[in-house]
């Protein structure tokens, strides 16, 4: 693995081109005798995005944005109904298919939400962190094994590794045992981290001391990072750029200071505005959407954000609007994006 500390941000290492993912729900027995069209579930409607060698990329969205459909499908867990994902230059359902399959998937890996759930508490920490090195045929050498496992507790922070060993899973934190979860991804010497909440269940005090190992983690070993959370605040201290995600769509994606200092699209500013501010008097005025995200089975007509948004016009009605460069990396798919729009939205 590579060791510097200034990583390497040219090549993208993820390309996610396109990406749809529906889901027919079938029509139901008064449906069909009605001749009613199926019910499809747009979870996913055109997501593109790319990371970078080394990148942390925060993809931010209220609960049924489509967050952890855009993660399944970047680790090949579903399949998209449109679109190509392409990971360190092949594509991943083919490269899943293929007969190098294990070895692909060893290269980027998961972590879940819930430390609690995803360690067996019947395991030792060693059985469920050297795990991962038989079901990818690595090693069954013992030596070998043994300090793959101490590697592993190491980076993923448990000192000494010694003393994790023989414990069982209840035995710890909430955050020791994320990062055991951590050191089960690390073992098998990632590329690639999908994190999906990894933080949202553990407790306050904690959160940052988590992503905190992540961000070593970067610096140490050049591994990139998607982080998906519901919490504008955590992306803001942790990522390099931000992808906010609207009923299936990115609809602004930046750097995290463009997200966070110069957001233009009205939802992301929504979302900033309820973000607590250290100093209240920079605080801006807090915008509280209405209602809840649509049915993706029935997107609205136009921008997709029209019927909750503050500013919306009658073109936002008729217009679905692409996501269009602002400065640099920084895009938004609003068609008043150009426009100074009043302080509190
Ligand atoms: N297997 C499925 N069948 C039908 N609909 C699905 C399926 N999986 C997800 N969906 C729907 O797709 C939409 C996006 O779901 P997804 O889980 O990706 O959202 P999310 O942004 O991760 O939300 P959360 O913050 O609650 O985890 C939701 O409306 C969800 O109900
Ligand atoms: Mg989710």
Do not use: W
């Amino acid at each position: 693995m590579p060791n510097n500390n200034m990583p390497d941000l040219s090549t993208p290492i993820l390309e996610v081109t396109d990406i749809e993912k529906h889901y027919p729900l079938g029509r139901g027995l008064i449906g069909s005798l009605l001749s009613q069209p199926e019910q499809i579930v747009r979870a996913l409607d055109g997501v593109s995005f790319s990371i970078k060698n080394g990148e942390i990329l925060g993809l931010v969205g209220e609960s049924g944005s489509g967050k952890s459909t855009t993660a399944l499908s970047v680790l090949g867990l579903t399949t998209p109904t449109k679109g190509t994902i392409t990971f360190d230059g092949e594509n991943v359902i083919e490269a899943l298919k293929g007969s190098k399959r294990l070895a692909f998937r060893r290269k980027m890996q998961m972590i879940f939400q819930d430390p609690y759930e995803a360690l067996n508490p019947r395991q030792t920490i060693y059985q469920i962190v050297s795990e991962p090195l038989e079901v990818h045929n690595i090693t069954r050498d013992k030596t070998e094994k043994r300090e793959r496992v101490i590697e592993a507790l190491s980076q993923a922070g448990l000192k000494p590794p010694e003393n994790f060993f023989d414990r069982y899973p209840d035995e710890l934190s909430g955050g020791q045992r994320q990062r055991v979860v951590i050191a089960a991804a690390l073992i098998l010497r990632p590329q690639l981290l999908v994190a999906d909440e990894p933080v949202s269940m553990l407790d306050v005090s904690i959160r940052a001391e988590i992503l905190n190992l992540l961000r070593q983690l970067r610096d140490d070993h050049g591994i990139s990072i998607l982080y998906i959370t519901h919490d504008l605040a955590t992306a803001g201290f942790f990522t390099d750029r931000i992808a906010v995600m609207y009923l299936g769509r990115i609809v602004e994606i930046g750097t995290t200071v463009d997200i966070l200092q110069h957001p233009k699209h009205p939802y992301t500013r929504a979302l900033i505005s309820v973000i607590p501010a250290p100093n209240p008097r920079n605080r801006r005025e807090r915008v509280i959407l209405q209602g809840e995200i649509p049915n993706p089975t029935n997107i609205p007509s136009g921008c997709r954000f029209h019927p909750r948004c503050p500013v919306a016009i009658d073109d936002c009605r008729k217009i679905d609007p692409q996501l269009l460069p602002i400065a640099g990396v920084h895009q938004t798919a609003c068609i008043r994006a150009d426009e100074k729009l009043p302080d509190k939205t």
